[in-house]
């Protein structure tokens, strides 16, 4: 048993989980006729409003803009765009939408005189100024601002104002994807003024970028005319100083500048200077030998500077040579031979030529040495002088570099400026544009806006759509009750019935008899499954009473109790009790005169059952009116007598049908109901609130009974989803109960 309920639970929470499009489907026929009427209406008024509108005309120009223009000449540097960045594009869209140009379109096509463009202001609407002098007249605290009279410039220029500004709204700039086109289109009342702006927009952004170079390049001829005449006095002026410097320090530029001169002077005089250094060092080395000596010949002889002298070397050889000659002839001859005796003379002459060399030479080192000291001495003088002189040279060619830098700057700033000169003046007759017209607008045949079908098939989309939504709005916001799950998940009973509306004329109330009449069939068999719901819920009870009421009047209570009456009485006896003693209505349906006795009559004891009885031929029902309406009817229910009444009818009738008054209007239901077996509570569909039917059915529960179930009655079953989720209350396929 807990399995089937579990399994129960989840389809619960499936079937909430899931949307219903079948309900949705039915809500929107529901509404179908009211969504359709109010589309149809909004349509209607759109249309209307449409076809007053005035036809708008669109026409669009071609501009091709040159991204990187041709430089024809270096001077176009000066002021021309930089055309190779991405916001270049960009800047030539606000260019055209400018003010500015807009001022000379407006100017050429003198569309502020236009009367199509600009049509003539009879001024503010009458009522407009009327409201304004009546406010002005009856509330002093606002303050009228004082009317100033404009002169015919005046008013000339505002209304050149006001059509800048319409031209302004009236253009639309828009690239091309993946080119250098630019469209731009112009909308107008009329075509040809249309087409006429778009192309004089473009041809106005031409001419004003031609301008704009002309203008530019008269500046800049200007400007390097200024700057010449300065340039030039400062050219002359740093030459002069120059000049004047050479003249007043004796000074000659050679290619190294004034200290070239000096410069290779003093390094001949250093290299000098080393030089005799270095010839002092050698002489002081053998000066110092030969006065270490002083007069020994012999071991001045032996000092390598004296042996490696040349002259020495020539005599040492001729010694050489007589020392050989005497020795050879002293193996011949003896000392006192003639041959002898003369080599040994010429022997000693060139010893003593040998001594006198040396002595030369040891005198000559002497004086070499004193010159090498005067030699050193006199270099190093001239040397310092020389390095003095080269400072003052340098100080100078600083000057001077100084002084010539000027003058090379003024003379390439001059040079230059000469050069661009030239160039602006060249480039004063020739005019380069940026961009060139690709199309002309042409005139357009169709206008673009409004587009009538468009938007009176928007208008019924949107309308259409609008009231769908308003639908589910008001179906979301409906408290009533009109389906089966309304009355499960709303109100928490079981649905016992579903009576479908019967169409009828106004003011007059349903046939009676419907349920015999086979053209209400579907009502029959609503009715049947009604009394098998009921029969099944008491199945264990032989005979009973059963209670039928509503929570307001015009539900359609006593309808059901008649219908119930005639279902169950084919089945068994069965009798039918009119128990709203305030206004009864069960006699009335049967035309049952108003002096037949009735309920009120059996309780008060005032007649018999027999005399109360009213039997219906056609259905087989006994039928109890209300009676004498009495004073204090709930007191007569709540006694005895009724309750006795009861129990005696369920001993001679199968079923006992009790109708009485509505919950809401008075507690003779809830006294009713504790001498009945089952309460049918009886709700119209999509009619009473669903609060006001929970009050009721609480109201049985205070008194400790329990409602049997919700009867839902008059539901319209072309606007109903239950025909589809519950065809089994009533006969969908056309069969016929006779």
């Not at 002083?294 to 002259?311: I, K, M, Q, T």
């Not at 230059?416 to 060249?426: A, D, G, I």
Request: include cysteine.
């Amino acid at each position: 048993m807990s399995l089937k309920m579990k399994d129960s639970l989840q389809a619960n929470i499936l079937d909430d989980e899931t949307i219903d499009f079948a309900h949705y489907w039915q809500v929107f026929k529901r509404y179908f006729g009211r969504i359709i009427t109010l589309a149809i209406v909004f349509t209607a008024l759109v249309a209307i409003v449409v076809m007053k509108m005035t036809p708008i005309y669109s026409a669009t120009a071609s501009l091709l803009i040159e991204s990187q223009p041709a430089n024809v000449m270096s001077i176009e540097e000066v002021y021309k765009s930089d055309t190779t960045r991405k916001d270049y594009m960009r800047t030539q869209y606000q260019i055209i939408q400018s003010r500015q140009v807009a001022a000379r379109a407006v100017d050429e096509l003198d569309l502020a005189n236009d009367p199509v463009f600009m049509p003539p202001s009879d001024g503010e609407i009458s009522i407009i100024k009327e409201a304004k002098a009546w406010l002005f007249a009856n509330l002093p605290f606002i303050e009228k601002a004082p009317k100033t009279e404009l002169t015919e410039s005046e008013r000339e220029e505002k209304r050149r104002q006001a059509a800048i500004n319409k031209l302004m709204k009236s253009i639309n700039v828009s690239l091309v994807e993946n080119t250098q086109v630019i469209n731009i289109t112009a909308t107008s009342d009329s075509p040809r003024l249309a087409a006429a702006i778009a192309t004089t927009m473009g041809d106005v952004y031409v001419e004003n970028y031609l301008q704009a170079k002309v203008e530019m390049t008269t500046k800049a001829t200007s400007f390097l005319t200024e700057s010449m005449e300065g340039l030039r006095d400062k050219l002359t002026s740093a030459e002069k100083d120059l000049s004047d410097f050479y003249e007043k320090n004796q000074l000659v530029n050679l290619t190294n500048g004034v200290v070239g001169l000096a410069a290779e002077e003093l390094e001949q005089l250093s290299n000098q200077l080393l030089k005799a250094e270095t010839t002092l060092k050698q002489n002081r080395t053998i000066y110092e030998q030969t006065q270490r000596n002083g007069a020994d010949y012999s071991a001045l002889a032996r000092l390598p500077e004296v042996l490696n002298h040349p002259n020495i070397q020539s005599v040492r050889r001729q010694e050489a040579e007589a020392m050989s000659r005497v020795s050879e002839l002293s193996k011949v001859f003896g000392p006192k031979h003639p041959q002898m005796v003369s080599a040994n003379a010429e022997l000693d002459s060139v010893r003593d030529t040998l001594q006198t060399q040396i002595r030369d030479l040891i005198s000559s080192i002497t004086t070499q040495y004193r010159a090498s000291q005067d030699r050193v001495v006199t270099l190093q003088e001239e040397v310092s002088e020389a390095k003095s002189e080269y400072r003052q040279l340098s100080n100078l060619e600083n000057t001077r570099r100084a002084l010539q830098r000027e003058v090379d700057i003024n003379q390439q700033l001059y040079n230059s400026m000469f050069t661009r000169l030239k160039e602006t003046s060249e480039m004063g007759g020739f005019e380069s544009a940026n961009a060139r017209v690709l199309d002309p607008a042409p005139v357009p045949n169709n206008p673009t806006a409004p587009n009538k079908t468009l938007l009176i098939v928007a208008a019924f989309i949107s309308s259409f759509g609008f009231g769908v939504l308003l639908a589910f709005v008001l179906e979301a916001m409906n408290s009533g009750v009109r389906s089966v799950d309304d009355v499960e998940k709303k109100l928490g009973q079981r649905m016992l019935g579903l009576i479908p509306v019967i169409s009828v004329k106004r003011r007059k109330d349903m046939d009676l008899r419907a349920f015999f009449d086979s053209k209400y069939h579907q009502f029959s068999e609503a009715v049947r499954t009604l009394r098998t719901s009921l029969s099944l819920i008491n199945l264990e009870k032989q005979n009973q009473a059963i209670l039928v009421t509503s929570s307001v009047p015009k539900e359609g209570k006593t309808t059901v109790s008649i219908n119930l009456s005639f279902a169950l009485g084919q089945l068994d006896k069965t009798i039918l009790i009119d128990a709203d003693l305030r206004r009864p209505a069960v006699g009335k349906r049967f035309d049952v005169p108003n002096y037949q006795p009735g309920l009120s009559n059996l309780i008060m004891k005032t007649h018999s059952l027999e005399e109360c009885l009213v039997h219906d031929e056609q259905s087989g029902i006994d039928i109890i009116c209300a009676g004498s309406i009495p004073s204090n009817p709930q007191e007569l229910l709540a006694g005895n007598g009724f309750k006795a009444l009861i129990n005696y009818l369920k001993k001679t009738y199968k079923y006992v049908v009790v109708d009485t008054a509505p919950t809401q209007a008075v507690s003779d239901a809830m006294v009713v109901s504790k001498s009945c077996d089952s309460v049918i509570y009886v709700v119209r569909a999509d009619s009473t609130s669903e609060k006001m039917i929970k009050n009721g059915l609480g109201r049985f529960l205070q008194v400790g009974h329990r409602v049997d179930g919700v009867v839902l009655n008059q539901v319209d079953l072309k606007k109903s989803d239950v025909s589809e989720r519950y065809g089994g209350f009533y006969d969908q396929y056309g069969y016929n109960a006779n």
